[in-house]
Each structure stands twice: as C-alpha cells, then as structure tokens.
C-alpha cells in the first residue's frame, strides 16, 4: 500500500511540475489532489482494515504470542516511518505541496499503528486483559480516520477552485490598502488555490482622466507587493474608469450577464492596418 501511494505521489508531482502549455494555459499543479485524494483514501482503508480486525478480536480474544518481539519490530518500524514521514512535512510546508503532505500523513498511520500495537501489547501484558489490545486499535482507527478524511476533503477542495485562506486574503488587502488612495478603489477581489500555486485577480478602478500608462504603473505596482508577500502567486488586475457606472457594477462572476458596451459613434472609425485585431475564442 506504501508503494502505491508513493508511486503515486511520484507520478502526479512529475505532471503537476511540467509548465504551462497551450492546452493547459494555468499550468498542472491540480494534479497534485489527484494524488492526495488516493492517498486520503488508502488511509481511510488502512483505518477500516484496522478496525474490522479489531472487531474480531474483541469479539473473540485470542492470547498473544511472542509479545517482546512484536514490540521490538513495532518500535524500530515506527521510528523509520516517523522519520521519513516529518521530513515529508516539513517538506510540504516549504514548497505548500498537499501531494507530500499526504504521503508523509500515510506514514504517520503507520506510525500510529505502531504505537497503538505497543500501547495494545503492553496493556495487555501488564493486565492479562486480552481486550485492551483490540480496545487500543479502535483509537488508533479513530484517529487514522481523521487523518484520511482530512487530506480527502483538502483534495476536494482543492478541485473545486476554494478560496485561499482567510489569512492569505486578509493579507492581500493589507498589501492593497497602501495603494487606495483618493480616487483609487479595488474590488471583485477573487483567489483560488491550484495544488502549490495560488491564483489572485481582483479589478482596480481610477479615475478616467488617468493615462494608460499611470494605470498601468499602479497595478503592476500592486501585483508586485502582492507576489512579495505570498510567494508561488499569479496575480491578475483588470483595469476600470472610477467614473463609468458599469465599471462599479461589474463584479459578477458570470461576465455573460455583462452587457457589451458600444462607443460613442464620433470614437468610431475603420480598423487600420496597425491596429491588433484577437482572435474570437
């Protein structure tokens, strides 16, 4: 079971780590919870597995043979697991990878099963009471389960384009609150996470005075201060005149209920030559 989660997570963090390409212009980090979703269940049978043979146990104790050895082979067992599993976390945490926190969360199941079996066996043989071993894997189920269902539900969540925590989002309006000033506002600020990257767009209104170029100085000022406070972001402004009233209306997520808005005909004139015409998508 070790082995298939680990050549999962090997897999999955190969394609999560190729670039963005023209079929997948937001790159492939998403496929990171593929791999995290697996491992969240295997824990989750692990822990089943775990209780079924607890349930026979308890039902129909049986006296435990060679108690010494099984606790020597559990300890040893549990320290490797323990080891490798913290390096993973720590891991995870540097480079925000749930694929490596899920795998190093496999390992402590382990490690909880060891303990649990030493826990069990020691019980066991300091009361003669052959159900506190089977007792003890119940909790250590328990608590296993927490674990799957956990790293499960992260993955879901994950797919389902959730928000960034509301740390990382108060955070970006901290970075943001310098840059409004009179006659500068920001709104439709929206954020997902994609596997170890995060995704940030949120629209900025000037007033309509204001050049391009002004404009344009102030959000890559923005997304700048951004990127430095959260690293492994993309940030993406759309620029808006203070002054044009659909522009204080425009934050829905369905742009398709935005109606087109038409020049007024004296700005119109023939495209010419050096004009950049984009392709309809």
């Known amino acids: 079971?070790?082995?298939v989660g680990a050549l999962?997570?090997?897999a999955m963090l190969t394609i999560a780590a190729r670039p963005a390409d023209e079929g997948h212009a937001y790159g492939h980090s998403k496929a990171e919870y593929f791999a995290s979703g697996v491992e969240g269940t295997l824990i989750l049978i692990?822990?089943?597995s775990i209780g079924v043979a607890a349930t026979q146990r308890l039902i129909t104790p049986r006296p435990l043979e060679q108690i010494g050895l099984g606790v020597g082979v559990s300890a040893v067992?549990?320290?490797v697991n323990l080891s490798v599993a913290l390096v993973l976390l720590r891991a995870s945490k540097r480079h925000n990878s749930i694929t490596l926190e899920a795998n190093a969360q496999h390992l402590m199941t382990d490690v909880w099963t060891s303990a649990g079996v030493i826990v069990g066996v020691g019980a066991v043989a300091l009361t003669d009471w052959e159900r506190l071993d089977p007792i003890a894997a119940f909790l250590v189920?328990?608590?296993i389960i927490w674990s799957g269902v956990r790293i499960v539900r992260?993955?879901?969540l994950g797919l389902m384009d959730t928000a960034l925590p509301v740390e990382e989002r108060d955070t970006i309006r901290k970075v943001l609150g310098?840059?409004?000033r009179s006659g500068v506002q920001c709104h439709a600020l929206r954020t997902r996470q994609s596997g170890a990257r995060r995704f940030v767009s949120f629209h900025v209104l000037v007033p309509g005075v204001w050049t391009v170029q002004r404009g344009h100085r102030l959000?890559?000022?923005m997304e700048a201060d951004i990127r430095l406070a959260l690293p492994s972001v993309t940030v993406l402004t759309h620029l808006e005149p203070l002054n044009d009233p659909a522009a204080l209306e425009d934050t829905s997520l369905d742009r398709g209920e935005t109606p087109r808005i038409e020049s007024p005909a004296r700005h119109q004139r023939p495209p010419s030559d050096g004009d950049a015409i984009l392709p309809t998508q």
């Open 141 to 143: 189920a328990g608590n």
């Open 219 to 221: 959000l890559e000022n």
């Open 154 to 156: 992260k993955s879901v």
């Open 8 to 10: 999962m997570a090997l």
């Open 178 to 180: 310098p840059h409004i």
């Open 77 to 79: 067992a549990s320290l």
């Open 46 to 48: 692990a822990a089943v």
């Open 1 to 3: 079971v070790n082995l």
